[in-house]
């Protein structure tokens, strides 16, 4: 099994509201990474985690918040977010922390804030 | 600070033909490199990497790329393109040592006409 699970795949959100999304994966890697990408853009990274701790934070705003509750499971919790921040946000998870490991992507979710 | 361009946003083929991607990048050391493919509104999926050795790389869908010191290049190549082969492609670029960044070209979108 090489797949990486994310929900929802769609979600459309205020302003005011509070969301989350969620990465799953069953692969025993142990270390995932949120991601985010614009349209018709790369993918820019947002967060780090390795062995469940956060590794990287690449100076994102607190209004997204990254939580790792187990080896399995990455959590995105979205608060008070702006227009701009409609994207597709994509999980990934390698086997250890290093670059010579393969990322395996999530579809990603598709956020629209209204 | 490494860097990957993508000279050509948008490449057209005709399905059968053969295919080149550019990819030129900027890094003071041996760097590692990567070919993602990105379908419409899914994730990323890793074609090939390249960390040493054989300069020319074999990857998964028949595509094949070749590590170029001396021009700074990792062109990705397949001899004959399938309409399924239409996507996103994204070069990417990685540290030898330290974190787990990758980063990402602007990508080239590769449209298949029959």
């Known amino acids: 099994d090489t797949e990486v699970t994310q929900t929802p795949k769609h979600l459309v959100m205020g302003m005011t509201n509070k969301k989350s999304l969620k990465c799953e994966q069953h692969?025993?890697?142990?270390?995932m990474y949120w991601y985010k990408q614009k349209a018709k853009k790369p993918p820019e990274l947002m967060f780090v985690?390795?062995?469940?701790?956060?590794?990287i934070n690449e100076s994102v705003p607190s209004r997204f918040s990254p939580e790792c509750p187990n080896s399995s499971l990455l959590n995105l919790h979205l608060h008070a977010l702006q227009p701009e921040d409609s994207a597709l946000y994509l999980c990934?998870?390698?086997?250890?922390?290093?670059?010579?490991?393969?990322?395996?992507f999530g579809p990603g979710t598709r956020l629209t804030v209204l | 600070a490494q860097s990957v361009t993508q000279p050509d946003i948008h490449i057209t083929v005709s399905e059968g033909a053969s295919l080149e991607l550019r990819c030129n990048y900027s890094?003071?050391?041996?760097?590692?490199l990567f070919w993602y493919v990105q379908s419409p509104g899914q994730g990323l999926q890793l074609l090939l990497k390249?960390?040493?050795?054989?300069?020319l790389v074999q990857g998964i869908k028949g595509f094949e790329a070749e590590f170029k010191r001396s021009q700074s290049s990792f062109n990705l190549r397949k001899p004959s393109v399938h309409w399924s082969d239409a996507a996103e492609y994204f070069c990417?670029?990685?540290?030898?040592?330290?974190?787990?960044?990758?980063?990402f070209g602007t990508g080239t979108r590769l449209t298949i006409i029959p």
């Open positions: 990934a998870s390698t086997r250890t922390s290093g670059l010579t490991d393969t990322q395996y």
């Open positions: 990417a670029v990685g540290p030898f040592f330290g974190n787990e960044k990758l980063t």
């Open positions: 890094y003071g050391a041996t760097p590692y």
């Open positions: 692969m025993g890697h142990r270390a």
């Open positions: 390249y960390f040493s050795g054989d300069t």
């Open positions: 985690y390795s062995y469940e701790k956060l590794s």
